[in-house]
């Protein structure tokens, strides 16, 4: 089983639809969690961190489940520029050191 | 203030050849780390640094070398390249530990032929 699952994608979603991704980790001893977002081509850049009590910013919404170690985020009125691929990351203790695991990604095409 | 900054943003290497991989950040950031990103795969982590002159082996560390003598600077070196490095790497900082935010440098996309 691989220590962050996504599911790859694409989603191809109009403008203005509300689209939602998930995300499954391995490791229940995680702490810290993430959502970062890919352009193509480009490099990763931190969307937002996932709280225990879920986090909102904008039309972005995070929510973390530690009973089914499941995060998600949810994209509510897609713009066009919401296109990208957006990473799932989670930290564990592994091979003798704190380290963040990127999930592969699930890409997201808003279309008009 | 340009965050992390990556050179050369492509190169094409023969099998067997060597490079370095600059990066540097103006952030004053302790924590420091290489990744290569394959496609269709999640970033995987090569080397990573908590302070200048202190390095440690990631998950994928055959094949290539750091050093740290600054805290500005994190270059990768790869000695007698191979198909398998063919790949996007990226470098990254922190302020602090594995869980806070990574700043990530542009990339540099290697082909080894």
């Known amino acids: 089983r691989k220590e962050v699952e996504q599911d790859p994608g694409p989603f191809n979603v109009p403008e203005g639809a509300t689209v939602a991704f998930n995300c499954t980790y391995s490791n229940s001893a995680s702490q810290s969690f993430f959502w970062y977002r890919q352009d193509c081509r480009k490099e990763p850049k931190l969307l937002m961190s996932?709280?225990?009590s879920g986090n909102e910013d904008g039309r972005f919404t995070a929510q973390l489940n530690r009973a089914s170690q499941y995060i998600s985020l949810l994209i509510r009125d897609s713009k066009l520029s919401d296109s990208a691929t957006y990473l799932c990351?989670?930290?564990?203790?592994?091979?003798?050191?704190?380290?963040?695991?990127f999930g592969a990604g699930t890409r997201l095409a808003v279309h008009p | 203030n340009a965050g992390v900054t990556q050179t050369p943003k492509f190169r094409i290497l023969k099998i067997g050849q060597s490079m370095t991989l600059q990066c540097t950040q103006d952030m004053n950031h302790n924590y420091m780390y290489w990744y290569r990103q394959d496609p269709g795969m999640g970033l995987k982590l090569i080397y990573y640094s908590v302070g200048a002159g202190i390095t440690d082996k990631g998950e994928v560390p055959n094949g290539y070398n750091v050093s740290r003598s600054t805290t500005e600077d994190f270059p990768l070196r790869l000695e007698l390249a191979a198909p398998s490095q063919t790949s996007v790497y990226f470098c990254?900082?922190?302020?602090?530990?594995?869980?806070?935010?990574?700043?990530f440098g542009p990339g540099t996309r290697l082909t080894v032929t």
């Open positions: 990254a900082s922190s302020l602090a530990a594995f869980s806070y935010e990574q700043y």
């Open positions: 996932v709280y225990s």
């Open positions: 990351v989670v930290n564990a203790f592994s091979g003798g050191y704190n380290k963040l695991i």
